[in-house]
């Protein structure tokens, strides 16, 4: 008779998570040339809701790369470039078996066309992945995680650009040859599916470099993937140790109410979030697909060797889990939306915090991929406090990370072949969305504010000590 497992497997990930363009710094260093996470600049005038949904155009480009007054806090991030060392042996002390961070690709290929890579760049990711797995730390590595060479945005369009395919295509492969036997797990995009709040971080697209953005934005992506299935063939055939991810962000949403009306927006909804999947981990356009670019009027050329090329689908899923959010008719024909579920408590940026949806969107992406999972962002922005005598106490982080993990080993339980879990932000790094440091993740605090000002100091928080209990434990012990 099968056993219902109700522990964590013997060999469980336990990770955490950044991305280059949030902790490095150094964004003009040893080679590199500027990013797209390089004109994010940050403004205390613009409210919450509205920082990260922000249209960018070509001038903007120009001025912000221009300005000496502005303020960019991911160009300074908290120094990992030069403080990784460190910074790498508080978390495995705490206990971490794996990390996760990216490769900027502007340190690889600074133009994104250049003929050659930067040796500089490359040798700097030689010594991080080194010092991970000097300290026992399985390196998770993202390829494209909103580090686009920002000469990709004004010599050509993004990713809207047929040219930007093989410039992928070229730096997947120096990569994977280059790291081949010291990385063995690729997240080649992070979360694909944000082509909305995220589309200029995420595509690289100046909406006055295109007359109809919508399409532009569907264009780019499928763009994107058809050079995700090129480079997952090229590894596949040349590095058949490596495991491939796909990640998206979030999962399914709940409908608003049981109207079937709602029910059926839902649905709708829920078809054009698992597209991004359904093409990387299915290897095809599904048909809700089609159906809804011909209702949106929304125009996609894809050629019969894109059809081939997307055949090469990856071998595991990755999702970031944040919230679960609600649809209605009314939201779903208003623009395609989904809205905050009002039932629930939220941080002070109105994330909401919602444990169970963890594992309503565990047991969603195995019910239809069959295929290993691994929660590659999980966490909680909140307002800490580095108080006089040196300590910071976040019990809310503790209260939230528990009731998560919870539910993660509840859909252990149910079936769901759950193989890995990274928090996000393990040390405070610089906000994508806001660009702030206030907003902060970590277990470990880092000494800097909003407009780049601090010590740098790192400070153990006390939910560091509980994560690493619940690590020594395997996740048996939560309390």
Not at 257 to 273: G, V, Y
Request: net charge negative; with cysteine; hydrophobic share 35%.
């Amino acid at each position: 008779m099968h056993k219902v497992p109700r522990t964590f497997p013997e060999g469980f990930l336990w990770g955490g998570a950044v991305a280059a363009n949030q902790c490095e710094g150094a964004w003009d260093v040893d080679g590199k040339a500027p990013s797209v996470a390089d004109i994010n600049e940050f403004r205390d005038d613009i409210p919450i809701g509205e920082k990260h949904n922000r249209e960018i155009t070509t001038t903007f480009i120009k001025e912000a790369l221009e300005s000496e007054d502005r303020i960019f806090p991911k160009r300074e991030g908290i120094d990992f470039y030069h403080t990784y060392p460190e910074d790498l042996e508080l978390l495995a002390d705490m206990g971490l078996n794996t990390f996760r961070t990216s490769i900027a690709w502007s340190r690889i290929f600074p133009n994104g066309d250049d003929a050659e890579p930067n040796e500089e760049g490359l040798a700097f990711y030689d010594r991080l992945f080194d010092k991970m797995i000097e300290l026992g730390m399985e390196p998770m590595v993202t390829l494209s995680h909103y580090e686009m060479p920002i000469n990709l945005t004004l010599s050509y369009t993004g990713w809207y650009s047929r040219e930007t395919i093989d410039c992928f295509e070229r730096y997947c492969k120096v990569v994977f040859d280059r790291y081949a036997g010291k990385v063995k797990y690729w997240i080649l995009v992070n979360q694909i599916n944000l082509i909305e709040h995220e589309s200029f971080n995420h595509l690289g697209v100046a909406e006055d470099k295109v007359d109809d953005l919508p399409s532009a934005k569907y264009q780019a992506v499928m763009n994107e993937m058809v050079a995700c299935g090129r480079a997952t063939r090229y590894a596949h055939e040349h590095h058949p140790e490596m495991q491939i991810g796909m990640m998206l962000c979030g999962g399914p949403s709940y409908a608003a109410s049981c109207k079937p009306e709602d029910a059926l927006a839902t649905l709708r909804f829920n078809q054009m979030q698992f597209f991004f999947s359904d093409v990387l981990l299915r290897g095809e356009v599904p048909g809700s697909a089609y159906r809804f670019w011909e209702d949106n009027g929304i125009k996609v050329q894809i050629s019969d060797q894109d059809i081939e090329d997307l055949r090469n689908t990856a071998d595991f899923c990755t999702f970031s889990y944040y919230y679960v959010r609600v649809v209605s008719k009314e939201s779903f024909e208003d623009g395609y939306d989904a809205k905050r579920n009002k039932e629930l408590p939220a941080n002070p940026w109105g994330w909401c915090i919602d444990p169970l949806g963890l594992r309503f969107t565990l047991n969603a992406y195995w019910d239809r991929y069959r295929k290993p999972i691994y929660i590659t962002e999980n966490g909680v922005g909140c307002y800490d406090t580095l108080e006089e005598d040196g300590t910071v106490h976040d019990p809310y982080r503790v209260d939230f990370y528990r009731a998560h993990l919870e539910q993660v080993r509840e859909a252990i339980a149910d079936g769901v072949d759950v193989r890995g879990y990274y928090a996000w932000g393990p040390i405070d790094i610089v906000s994508c969305s806001s660009s702030e440091m206030s907003k902060r993740y970590g277990f470990i605090y880092v000494d800097r504010d909003d407009y780049g000002h601090g010590t740098g100091k790192r400070v153990l928080k006390d939910s560091y000590y509980w994560a690493k209990h619940v690590i020594e434990t395997n996740g048996a012990d939560l309390d």
